[in-house]
């Protein structure tokens, strides 16, 4: 998509989630997996956007509620250990439960719009909400918290990280949170002589900061989101206590999610609904993708304004202002509420067309891809359309490719400062009559892709240029294909580490690049403000050419 103003930002629904910046999101974001199927003690998480919000949260500007917390709907104190306990390794199993309720494939209505196609949303990182009831500080159980994180990075971030330039912006962020004067102190190359430097330091912050309060765990995890973001890699993150469950819910099988169920994004001073989940408390009230919000509880909303939309409560009604194509604004109520979010959304063009929009790469997303292409075949389906618009990433994208490659084939590396491990096609799924073997038989197809289509989703391009199976539409993906492990740091909260990065095939490496379309089109918003969709139209007339070809 083309982005005239602003980042396009995704804002679905909080699946269980707290990384909720105060003055960001009403919507709330989701939790989501990148990468393929999980090794050893490894996560594979959603990458970070990289969005950032200029929200100053120096001590004399700070609002806080005594004993409640503002934004997230967490409790103020975690009911944890003052010490941090930080695992050597990650806490996911890769084993994950068969028993967790698992959504479905989902058939698009035929009515429903082609322009509907962004996805389920990243996780959003910004300055960590600032929560609970002032207190002194427990200046070791913070520094234990920094420390924890700081291990994780230097122990197992894919490349040897710059720990002077880390704890420098730590530093930074700690004299900013007290109102001192950032200390004149030089890192070199040693890491420990480096955090004792830190430590030393950290403590002289704050003993200068006499009678200085602040709510309990929130300093530690402000200077561990600034030391997560110096390291300059999407997939490098801090987590909250939230967060962290919603990805250990999400690796489970739980999709679940709690918000309105909208993607919305800004152009030349307005913010636009892009994508409407359907079943959300959103499209329930009659939400349509390309209406323009207008006004939010009643304070008037722009591409800068619109960021102070409060984040709602579950069960909480809001009101929109929608301007909408050819009718006067319209007002509506929605209340935040619990819906699913799809693996997978199907339907049949042009009677011989299989579309499968793959919204996020969830537990079961090569089963439900599977019980699609049946499906599809059935109504007589003779090439594909493969979506992957909006998809941050996931899981289990060796199983998705197998259902077009043979098991076994390696499809990429994994490398990291240990090495460079091959990654393999899988075709196990768990109960399908292709369970073994790829979708027979092979048929024509092409990959939609975007600037938000991330990890798993770019591994998944990479593997269809690879293996010849057809051309990629659309414009460069989002540049995010790492593998993550997510380290817990002792208060309830996580840094999610990216612990190797990924090299395709034929030998692409494009993490921080992002994946080049084999045909270049792009969507502005007026398209889908009108319900156009000129990349789905570029794949549809590509694969009309094709068949019509095979059939001569």
């Known amino acids: 998509m083309k982005k005239n103003t602003g980042q396009f930002i995704t804002i679905l629904s909080a699946r269980r989630l707290g990384l909720i910046p105060v003055l960001l999101l009403a919507f709330s974001v989701l939790l989501s997996a990148c990468g393929g199927t999980p090794q050893p003690n490894a996560t594979l998480t959603a990458p970070n956007p990289s969005i950032t919000v200029a929200v100053q949260l120096s001590p004399v500007s700070i609002t806080v509620n005594a004993g409640a917390a503002v934004g997230t709907g967490a409790p103020a104190s975690p009911d944890i250990t003052s010490t941090p306990v930080v695992a050597s390794t990650p806490t996911v199993d890769s084993k994950f439960p068969t028993s967790a309720p698992q959504p479905t494939s989902t058939p698009i209505p035929a009515t429903s719009t082609p322009g509907a196609t962004a996805t389920a949303e990243p996780v959003v990182t910004a300055t960590p909400v600032v929560s609970g009831t002032l207190e002194a500080i427990d200046q070791d159980a913070e520094l234990k918290t920094i420390k924890a994180a700081y291990d994780a990075i230097n122990k197992h971030l894919f490349k040897q990280p710059d720990t002077a330039a880390i704890l420098l912006a730590a530093l930074k962020e700690v004299a900013n949170i007290t109102g001192q004067t950032t200390p004149d102190v030089t890192f070199g190359s040693d890491t420990e002589a480096n955090w004792n430097s830190f430590s030393t330091q950290f403590t002289k912050l704050l003993n200068a900061a006499s009678g200085f309060k602040y709510p309990k765990y929130q300093l530690a995890r402000r200077v561990v989101n600034v030391m997560a973001e110096t390291v300059g890699d999407e997939h490098t993150y801090f987590m909250d206590p939230a967060s962290y469950q919603s990805r250990q819910n999400l690796l489970s099988g739980n999709n679940s999610s709690v918000g309105f169920g909208v993607v919305v994004t800004t152009q030349d001073g307005k913010a636009y609904i892009v994508r409407v989940v359907a079943g959300s408390p959103a499209d329930k009230a009659g939400i349509k993708a390309g209406d323009q919000i207008v006004e939010y509880d009643g304070t008037p909303i722009t591409d800068k304004t619109w960021v102070i939309i409060k984040n709602a409560a579950e069960n909480e009604a809001h009101t929109f202002v929608l301007a909408r194509s050819g009718s006067q604004p319209i007002t509506v109520q929605v209340t935040k509420g619990v819906y699913t979010l799809p693996t997978v959304e199907y339907r049949l063009i042009n009677g011989h067309i299989g579309y499968i929009a793959i919204r996020d790469f969830f537990l079961n997303v090569a089963d439900e ?32 490719t197998g259902r077009f490659v043979a098991g076994g084939e390696i499809m990429g590396y994994t490398t990291n400062r240990q090495g460079r491990d091959p990654m393999k096609v899988n075709n196990d799924l768990q109960d399908s009559p292709n369970k073994g073997k790829p979708f027979t038989p092979l048929l024509p197809l092409t990959l939609l892709q975007d600037d938000n289509s991330a990890s798993s989703s770019e591994i998944l391009a990479l593997a269809v240029r690879d293996f010849k199976l057809g051309p990629i539409i659309g414009v460069k993906s989002a540049g995010a294909l790492g593998y993550t492990a997510a380290y817990p740091l002792g208060d309830g909260s996580a840094i999610s580490v990216t612990i190797s990065e990924y090299e395709s095939r034929g030998g692409e490496k494009v993490n921080g690049i992002g994946v080049t379309p084999d045909i270049t089109v792009e969507r502005t918003i007026a398209e889908i403000v009108a319900g156009n969709d000129p990349q789905l139209a570029a794949g549809v007339d590509y694969l009309e050419k094709i068949v019509a070809k095979k059939k001569q």
């Open 369 to 400: 891809t599977d019980k699609a292409m049946i499906e599809l075949r059935k109504q007589g389906a003779d090439s594909w359309v493969l979506d992957v618009r909006e998809n941050p990433g996931g899981i289990n994208v060796e199983q998705v």
